[in-house]
């Protein structure tokens, strides 16, 4: 048993009995009060009854004057109401008592003052609870009258002992004991019993509780309970499974951001080092002729570029990833955008004999975006479908109004991307080929930084390339509400 329920039910049982206890005792107060005064009242109409009858055989002659018979006669009443009877003259003078000897009678003192015998000779019956001075103990007396031609005759009188009132409410106190006695451990045994069927639940929920608080976040409440624990369960279970994705979640996130910084050390060492090396050749000596050493600055500048390009982007990428700058947004033509951002690699597409063309975008209203972000979507996307198409080849960007929104195309007749890389082209520094790709002085996040833009828009970003026809990107922009 563990802690938690020892404690439980130790609380519980002390309660029990607690409550046993207190229910006896208010039982045995109730009796006392109550059961006595009950008894009382009932003792003493019995005992007022068995007076009457007592008296009855009796008449006024009865009482006329002390004698063996009468005494005898007393014996026999009282014998017979199996209590003590007494007979009491008209003026209150003992005439017998069934437990004295006759000769003791006339000792006695006058009853006239006794409370029960004045009542009686004043209203025909009298009871009354005192000791007794001639036999010493508490008693109920009860007494009736008899009455002659000439007025009251004298009094019949039974007492019975207190002492055997006393006895019946102790046996009956006593039993009340022993049945207190004997519920104890039947309340011990309840409450061991209630506090396991209400702890057991209550003790796995715990134990899933303090599994979770030393760090176990797979721990769960297993066997659901069916009562009003139930909630308590569940929550905690959706809890642990919340902490755990979070977990999860957070793991994955701090690899990524291990592979990161892994990434662009790496991708800032190869310029630092080419630089590096170049810079020291120069500085001891170097290619005599003026040519080479131009050509060596030639690489310096270039890869101090790449480095430039390659914190540009980390920069830029940041700052939307962060949410730093959230899109301000404005009334933008898509169609001119593009035409600027195409107009700026008309330079690059030249060279190549690319034609590059935007073409118009019928019916496409303004919309409300971030116009720097959207040009250098336009930007990443024109710049690789030049890159990746050989000489003479054509890149074409257009836009469709399409429910819900509007959807720019940027198509190229290049080299297109493998199917098996299309899933991953939009990861950081992800590449299909890197030193292609270094050597067209990417840095494998332009397409990360679209696909980051145009989330940060509401829309999505795709790539679509089947065999030998180049590829198509398509992004989709929200249409003005
Ligand atoms: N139009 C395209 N045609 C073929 N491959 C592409 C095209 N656009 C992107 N890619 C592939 O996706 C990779 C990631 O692109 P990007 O994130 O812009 O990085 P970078 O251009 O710096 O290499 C590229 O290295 C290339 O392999
Ligand atoms: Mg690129």
Redesign the pocket.
Known sequence: MSWFLRRFSRKLAVGFCALVCLAMASTDLLLNRVLRRHMMEELSANLLAQAGLAAAPLDAGTFARRSPLLAERAAALGKAASCRLTLIGADGTVLADSSLPDERVPSLENHRDRPEVRATLARGKGVSIRRSSTVGEDELYAAVRVDGAGGPAGVVRLALPLTQVEKRIGRIRRSLAAVTLGLLPAALLASLWLSRSLSRPLEDIRATAERLASGDFSARVRDLPSDEHRQLALTLNEMASRIQENLGRLERLEKMRKDFVANVSHELRTPLSAVKAYAETLASGGPEDPRGRAEFTREIEKNADRMARLVDDLLALSEIESGGRPPAKEPVSLMRVAAEAAAALKPLAERKRIALRVEPFPDMPELSVDRSQVKQVLT?LLD??V??TPEAGTVRVWAAVEPGHAAVFVQ?T????PAEHLPR?FERF????KSR?REMG???????IVKHIVEAHGGTVAAECPPGQG?T?RFTLPLPS
């Open positions: 990443n690789n479908a890159k990746h190229d290049g080299c297109g991307i082209i992800y590449r299909v080929d790709s990417g840095t494998g996040l332009g397409l990360a590829s990107f």
